[in-house]
């Protein structure tokens, strides 16, 4: 019997070396291979930071994955990225969170950070206590007209142009913003992004009712706006409940949905592509329209 192997056509050898030969590993498509090891990040939270030494080719898939969605928190299990990171990879933050100013204190402030994410499309800001202008660094004067006064259309045209580049930047890139805390005077710059469709303000806040009424009236692309119940997000919870009406004062606009609770891992879900707070209240939204196009059908 031939003492060749099966992959081997010259004959036997005294050598065993020449006996065998090198199988070379199976070669997945690149594409395969950026499924698993994307899954694989969001599946073993523990191991992700050996899946960047694997290979550069493997770094530099998920590192835009890993840098897309940034929560910047006091809480357990939040990611807590160093300054530094946004000088290099902020270009792929799509997702950002900001805790409470009040317990927890960044080196860097929003505006800093927001400056080195030009692609940022959804924005939460709990408790902050800056303005829109000085959160997305505008130059902006204050305004000296009220939002209800005949002529602020024609201030805001012009208040814009005051740093153009800047707004046009971050009108047409933000459209969900999640900013409790914020006073009607705030709102002014922002019920002026044309792809605004998300809104959420939180129900302590005491221009609740003004802010809603204004946002509904003046931000054309608005699709949701969400009035929040409940003062802090809890780190290990989701879930969300909607509810008809605040404190007895239902409100006309089938587009405000008041909601119970909200969660930063509910946000993180979401951010992720899975069902959260915004996709809640845009089901509400389509229920109630499906309810008035069914009555006005009768």
């Not at 950002?96 to 317990?103: A, H, K, N, Q």
């Not at 054309?220 to 404190?247: C, Q």
């Not at 004062?249 to 930063?264: G, I, M, N, P, T």
Request: aromatic residues 12%; contains cysteine; hydrophobic residues 40%.
């Amino acid at each position: 019997m031939s003492g060749g192997s099966p992959y081997n056509s010259h004959p036997a050898s005294s050598n065993q070396a020449d006996d065998f030969i090198e199988i070379a590993a199976p070669q997945l498509p690149p594409e395969l291979e950026y499924e698993i090891f994307t899954i694989a990040y969001h599946q073993d939270p523990d191991s992700r930071l050996n899946l960047l030494l694997v290979s550069k080719r493997v770094y530099e898939w998920l590192i835009p994955v890993i840098c897309k969605i940034m929560v910047i928190a006091r809480f357990p299990k939040a990611n807590h990225p160093p300054p530094e990171i946004f000088k290099k990879y902020g270009h792929h933050v799509k997702h950002i969170l900001f805790s409470d100013p009040r317990t927890f204190t960044y080196p860097v402030d929003e505006g800093e950070i927001l400056e080195l994410c030009p692609n940022v499309f959804n924005l939460v800001l709990w408790f902050s206590t800056t303005t829109p202008a000085e959160v997305f660094n505008l130059r902006l004067e204050r305004l000296t007209l009220q939002p209800f006064s005949d002529k602020f259309e024609d201030e805001m045209q012009r208040l814009r142009k005051t740093d153009e580049e800047k707004y046009c930047k971050w009108s047409k890139s933000i459209t969900h913003i999640a900013w409790p805390s914020i006073k009607l005077v705030g709102c002014e710059l922002l019920s002026s992004f044309p792809n605004l469709t998300h809104f959420l303000i939180g129900d302590w806040n005491l221009d609740v009712p003004r802010i809603v009424e204004y946002m509904v009236k003046w931000c054309g692309g608005l699709e949701v706006l969400v009035v929040l119940m409940g003062k802090m997000p809890i780190p290990d919870t989701a879930g969300s409940y909607v509810h008809d009406s605040l404190d007895g004062a239902v409100f006309e606009d089938s587009r405000v949905v008041v909601v119970e609770r909200y969660y930063v891992l509910d946000w993180v879900e979401g951010a992720r592509g899975g069902d959260d707070l915004w996709k809640v209240a845009e089901r509400t939204v389509n229920e109630r329209r499906g309810r008035m196009r069914a009555s006005e059908s009768l």
